[in-house]
C-alpha cells in the first residue's frame, strides 16, 4: 500500500467511542459463555498491509488465550473476523462485497448451532465505526486497531444477543506483552510490529486517524519475540510499523535526553524534533545480532528518516537485507507539497543517490498515487519521468482515492476525473514494469542468494523464494549439492537459502538454475551476492 504518513489528533482519543449495548451481559450468561468457549471457533480473514497481518496475530494470541479454537474452514467456524484497511475506497468496498456473502451464510446457519458472530476488526473498524453496526445487522462486534484486548468481552457480549463496539484509540497501547501466534503457513518468513501509529500528517493519509500517534514497543520486547521466531526456525523477519524508522522507545529512564537524529537532507516535518529514546539505529543493530542466519527487512519507512548510522549499518551487517523501501508518491514537487511530504523531488533525487553510494547494489521500492487533487499533465510526466530516473525493483502504484477526516478531504478538491486518473496510473504502471524489467535484466548470468519459501503457484517441479533484494526467483526443484561439502545432495525446502544463477528476467521475477543449498554466513564470507 502506499506509504503511510499522518499525524495524528491533538487527542488520540477524540471521537471515539465504545457501543456495548447495556454494557457487560449478565453475571449468568457470562459464565455460560465461559465454559462454552472451548467449543468456538475462529475464522480469521486479512485484508490489506502487512501491519494487518501482524494485528491478526495479535487477535489471535488473545483469543487463543481465551480459550477460543481456530479454524482455517469457514463453514466450521462459530466466529468470524474480518480484519480490515482503509487506505483506498477499493479497499473498504471489497469488506462490504465479503459482509454480503456472509449474510447468506449467517441466514442458513443451522439453528441446532451456536449463532454465528460476525465481527469487523481495524482501520475500517475504526474509522467507519457506527455505520457498520447501522448499515450491516449482521455485524456483531467491532473492534479497533487498539481494541484487541478487548475481544473476549465484545464476544461474551455479542454471545448474550447484543453488538458491541469498542474503537478507542490508545497513546501508549503496542501490545508489547503479547508473543503473537504466527497465521502463515511454512514458518520460514514472520512480520514483528516494533511500532504503531504515525505523526506526518501527509494530506491524503487515513491512517493517524485509523491508528493515531506514533508509540513504540520497548526494545527489550521486540528482541524477546525476534529470539522466539529464531527458536523457531523462521528465516526472515519484517520489522513493522507506519512508520517503521522513526523509531523511538522511551521506556527507559537513562535514555530519556538523547538527542533526536538529523532528518534527511532537504527534508523537513510537520512537529518538532522528539528528542530521547533508543533509535531506530540501536534497534536494528540488536536484531541483527541475534541470529546470523535470519534476514532482516523493515517497512514502510519514510524518506525522512534515514541518518547515515542506518544506512550503514544496512551495508555492513549480511543479513540486514540491502533492499530500501522510499516511497516517493509523486515526482513533482508542487504536488508533493500538497500532500505535505516534506521534500522535494530534487531532495528525494539527492537520497537516492546517496542511498546507492552508502549501500552499493542496493535495490529500492517505492509507492506511487496517480491522480492526486489538483495533479496536471506536467506533474503526471514528472512522476513517470522519475521512475525512469530512479529505476525501482518493486513499487505499488495507486489511483488517488479521498478519505474523509485527512487534510486533503478539508481543504483540497478530488478534481481529476476517474478516467484520467486511470489512463495515469495505467501510464505509470508500464513505465515501472519497463524500467523494473530493466533492472531485473541486469541481473541474468549473476548468482542470487535465494530463500526458499515454497513451490511455485503455476508448476509443482519448480520452487520459488526471494532473493535479498526481495524479487522472486523460481528455479527447478532438484538434487543440489551442499555449499561446505557436509551433507549429502538434496532437495531445497522451505526455510533453505540456495544459490539460483538467473537465466531469464520480467519486471515481476527471476528465472535460474539452482547452484547448490548454503547459508547467509557462508555466502557472506565467499563473494557478495551478485
Known amino acids: 500500500a502506499p506509504a503511510w504518513g499522518g499525524q495524528a489528533p491533538g487527542d488520540a482519543r477524540s471521537g471515539s467511542f465504545c457501543r456495548c449495548g447495556r454494557g457487560r451481559a449478565p453475571g449468568t450468561r457470562q459464565i455460560s459463555t465461559v465454559v462454552s468457549l472451548l467449543r468456538q471457533r475462529v475464522y480469521l480473514e486479512t485484508y490489506g498491509c502487512q501491519m494487518n497481518v501482524s494485528d491478526a496475530e495479535i487477535a489471535w494470541a488473545i483469543l487463543q488465550k481465551n480459550g477460543y479454537a481456530r479454524t482455517k474452514e469457514l463453514d466450521e467456524a462459530d466466529v468470524i473476523l474480518l480484519v480490515t484497511c482503509s487506505v483506498r475506497e477499493k479497499a473498504e468496498q471489497t469488506i462490504w462485497n465479503r459482509l454480503r456473502h456472509l449474510k447468506a451464510l449467517k441466514a442458513r446457519r443451522p439453528r441446532a448451532r451456536v449463532p454465528l458472530r460476525i465481527g469487523i476488526l481495524g482501520c475500517m473498524a475504526e474509522r467507519l465505526k457506527e455505520e457498520i453496526l447501522d448499515r450491516e445487522k449482521l455485524v456483531d462486534i467491532v473492534a479497533g486497531p487498539d481494541a484487541y484486548r478487548d475481544l473476549p468481552r465484545l464476544l461474551a457480549v455479542a454471545e448474550s444477543g447484543q453488538r458491541a463496539a469498542n474503537v478507542l484509540l490508545s497513546l501508549d497501547e503496542t501490545y508489547a506483552d503479547i508473543l503473537p501466534v504466527q497465521t502463515s503457513a511454512g514458518g520460514t518468513t514472520a512480520f514483528v510490529s516494533i511500532m504503531r501509529g504515525c505523526d506526518n500528517m501527509c494530506s491524503y493519509c487515513i491512517v493517524p486517524f485509523t491508528r493515531g500517534r506514533e ?77 546470523p542466519e535470519m534476514r532482516i527487512r523493515f517497512t514502510s519507512p519514510h524518506p525522512k528518516d534515514f541518518p547515515d548510522e542506518v544506512l550503514q549499518l544496512i551495508q555492513e551487517r549480511h543479513n540486514i537485507c540491502k533492499q530500501l523501501h522510499l516511497p516517493a508518491q509523486s515526482g513533482s514537487t508542487r504536488v508533493l507539497e500538497a500532500m505535505r511530504r516534506g521534500y522535494t523531488r530534487e531532495a528525494y533525487l539527492e537520497l537516492v543517490q546517496h542511498v546507492r553510494e552508502a549501500i552499493p547494489g542496493v535495490s529500492l521500492s517505492s509507492d506511487f498515487i496517480a491522480g492526486f487533487c489538483g495533479e496536471t499533465e506536467d506533474d503526471h510526466q514528472q512522476t513517470v519521468s522519475l521512475l525512469r530516473e530512479v529505476r525501482y525493483n518493486v513499487g505499488f502504484l495507486f ?27 495505467e501510464e505509470l504502471i508500464a513505465v515501472f514494469r519497463e524500467e523494473a524489467a530493466r533492472a531485473n535484466e541486469a541481473l541474468v548470468g549473476q548468482s542470487q542468494l535465494v530463500l526458499v519459501e515454497g513451490p511455485s503457484k503455476r508448476s509443482a517441479s519448480e520452487l520459488c523464494g526471494r532473493n535479498d533484494g526481495n524479487v522472486k526467483v523460481i528455479f527447478p526443484d532438484t538434487e543440489t549439492a551442499d555449499a561446505a561439502g557436509c551433507e549429502a545432495a538434496a532437495r531445497a525446502r522451505p526455510g533453505d537459502y540456495v544459490l539460483v544463477k538467473v537465466t531469464s528476467a520480467t519486471s515481476q521475477s527471476l528465472r535460474g538454475v539452482l547452484l547448490c543449498r548454503t547459508t547467509l554466513s557462508l555466502r557472506a564470507c565467499t563473494v557478495p551476492v551478485g
Do not use: C, W
Open 215 to 291: 508509540r513504540s514497543r520497548p526494545v527489550a520486547s521486540i528482541l524477546q519475540e525476534v529470539r522466539l521466531l529464531s527458536e523457531q526456525g523462521v528465516k526472515e523477519v519484517t520489522l513493522l510499523g507506519q512508520n517503521v524508522n522513526s523509531f523511538r522507545d522511551t521506556s527507559e529512564v537513562q535514555f530519556q535526553s538523547a538527542a533526536a537524529p538529523a532528518l534527511s537532507r532537504g527534508f523537513s516535518t510537520v512537529y518538532k524534533a522528539k528528542p530521547g529514546g533508543l533509535r531506530f539505529a540501536h534497534l536494528l543493530d540488536q536484531v541483527s545480532r541475534i541470529d
Open 399 to 425: 489511483a488517488y482515492s479521498m478519505r474523509q477526516k485527512t487534510r486533503a478531504y478539508h481543504r483540497l478538491q478530488d478534481d481529476v476525473p476517474a478516467d484520467i486518473k486511470k489512463r495515469r496510473l
